[in-house]
């Protein structure tokens, strides 16, 4: 609501929020000088119509990540409340790693991501690496390989993160399926 009702405020919360953030992730590089990346997350600005996010989220994002000159810039925004909204503009970051919901349709990520944005994540977290069997894990990782139709431009995930209560024999599955498939082209 502030920033429908009190446009001016959330711009200065939000440039004080930013600092911050960059101020905290400054001071973690400085104890661990090797780190070669950064994660923001934000699940706010899935929210948001492509108008707000373009002027209450998309500069303030942008300016954390251009404050680091790192190899390494993921993004994780699991909220698919306006499905695409962010999706265009991830790249305009300097984001090259993406984790989002696995409610989005794989395809039409990439296509809003464009090339140079690697996808990380798509399986269910919840229903289908945490409550499901690993032959129901294997068959929908390849069912999304199918889809995707390529190796190249993603890691497999939890869609969103993973779940408490995930077994190892799960995550296996998902492996497992991964290189069938790639042994398979």
């Not at 190899?71 to 698919?80: Q, S, T």
Request: hydrophobic share 40%; charged share 25%.
């Amino acid at each position: 609501m502030a920033i429908k009702d009190y446009d001016e405020e959330a711009h200065r919360l939000l440039d004080m929020t930013t600092e911050l953030v960059i101020r905290w992730l400054k001071a973690q590089m400085d104890v661990l000088p090797d780190a070669e990346g950064i994660l923001v997350l934000d699940d706010i600005c899935g929210f948001l119509s492509k108008d707000d996010y373009l002027e209450f989220a998309h500069p303030y994002l942008k300016r954390i990540y251009d404050s680091f000159p790192v190899p390494v810039k993921l993004f994780h925004n699991d909220n698919f409340g306006n499905q695409y909204t962010t999706f265009p503009y991830i790249a305009d970051l300097g984001v090259n790693i993406f984790n989002f919901s696995h409610q989005a349709d794989i395809q039409t990520a990439r296509k809003e991501l464009g090339d140079h944005v690697c996808i990380l994540g798509n399986i269910a977290p919840l229903d289908i690496l945490t409550r499901s069997d690993p032959a129901t894990i294997q068959t929908e990782t390849l069912r999304i390989l199918d889809t995707y139709n390529s190796a190249k431009g993603i890691i497999f995930s939890a869609g969103g993160g993973a779940s408490p209560g995930m077994s190892k024999d799960n995550c296996r599955a998902m492996l497992q399926a991964v290189r069938t498939w790639n042994e398979s082209r």
